[in-house]
Structure formats: structure tokens, C-alpha cells
């Protein structure tokens, strides 16, 4: 299962992290969020121990989907050392989210 990231261990989480993170901001309402759900919790399995893969639910958790501007979810947020490197809206296939983990590790 991918990490639950809160508005309380993001910056530790995923900016501070010195693994690349792929962050999914969902909700649970969100039908395309549902789609995408069992792809991130894959990738989670796929990669641990080589990037950090988390969820953030923007309906509980507003402070930094607002700071990145996340206005459609799904959205898939990529971050290196801190710095964010990418960003996927709506639902795409298993092989767009790992090839942005891939291309950082």
C-alpha cells in the first residue's frame, strides 16, 4: 500500500526525502482517483526501498495541493531532493508514473 501523506509529514516525507517521491493526490469521492488507486499502491510495492510512493487526501489534507496548485485530481506529483519534477493530471497508464520515477533513480 502507498504511504498516507498528511499536510503534518509532507515536508518530512517528500521534500526531505533523499529518495525521488511520487505523490497522489486523490479523494475518495473521485471515481478516476479510484482507477488510479490500485496503480500508485503497485508502483508502492514495485519501488520500496528505491523511491517513497504516498497518497494525500485533498479533502482532509489542503495546505500543500493548494501550494502545488492542484486543482483536477487525480493529479501524480513527482519530487526530487525536494524540487518538483513532474506532474500527471487525470488517469494515465502504470508506465507514465514509473517511467518519471525511472528516469530520476
Known amino acids: 500500500m502507498a504511504l498516507e501523506i498528511t499536510d503534518a509529514t509532507f ?3 517528500v521534500l526531505n526525502s533523499d529518495k525521488p517521491v511520487l505523490v497522489d493526490f486523490w479523494a475518495a469521492w473521485c471515481g478516476p482517483c479510484r482507477m488510479v ?12 526501498g528505491k523511491a517513497v510512493v504516498g497518497k494525500v487526501d485533498v479533502d482532509a489534507n489542503q495546505e500543500f495541493a493548494a501550494k502545488y496548485g492542484v486543482r483536477n485530481i487525480p493529479t501524480v506529483l513527482v519530487f526530487n531532493k525536494g524540487e ?5 493530471v487525470g488517469v494515465s497508464p ?4 514509473t517511467q518519471a520515477i525511472d528516469q530520476l533513480l
Open 84 to 88: 518538483l519534477v513532474g506532474r500527471q
Open 11 to 13: 515536508e518530512e516525507t
Open 94 to 97: 502504470k508506465d507514465t508514473y
Open 37 to 48: 488507486g490500485p496503480i500508485i499502491d503497485e508502483i508502492s510495492k514495485e519501488y520500496d
